[in-house]
């Protein structure tokens, strides 16, 4: 007789996977039942799709391309009444130019430093691709003044072949004619 009998010891082993719990019918009824009565009422469910089918909405109407050109034309012919570009080659124009430059450099202690002071993080090539340690310096704002002339302006013009277009009197003496560009 043998003492060892394999389906014996493989009933032992499936014994042990056999789980401990019952299922409670009652229990899970009722919380079944406590889950449905917190359900969202039928108004707010439906405003919750109203909105949600507007977001839906409005994101096509961006991602569409002729929904943006319809957009564009809306506001060329709403805001933008009447525009015309005329190139003028103002190399030849007589322009009055004065820089200004807004403080002296200063050298920073840090690459932490010149950014807070610059406004903005400087990039540097990565270590060791520079054979030193770079100095950093740190300059004020660069004003660049160009005053073309009303007169020379209605000349540039004419030279192109517009001179229907009216560039006002008022600006010579408004110092509306000057255009400050900062680099």
Known sequence: MELNRPDRWI???LSALEPEWRPDFVRGRKLLDAGLSKRAHPRNRTAGMVVTAAVVLGLAAVAIPQSRALAQQLWYH????????VRVDFSDLPLHAQVTVGGAPQVARSLEAAAEAAGFQ?????????LSTPSISIMGPVFVELTIHVGDLQAALRKVGAGGVQVPPEWE???CAPVLAPW
């Open 11 to 13: 009933a032992d082993r």
């Open 78 to 85: 709403l805001i933008l009444k009447r525009a015309d570009v």
């Open 173 to 175: 003496a408004s110092g």
């Open 122 to 130: 400087p990039y540097l090539p990565s270590t060791g691709v520079l």
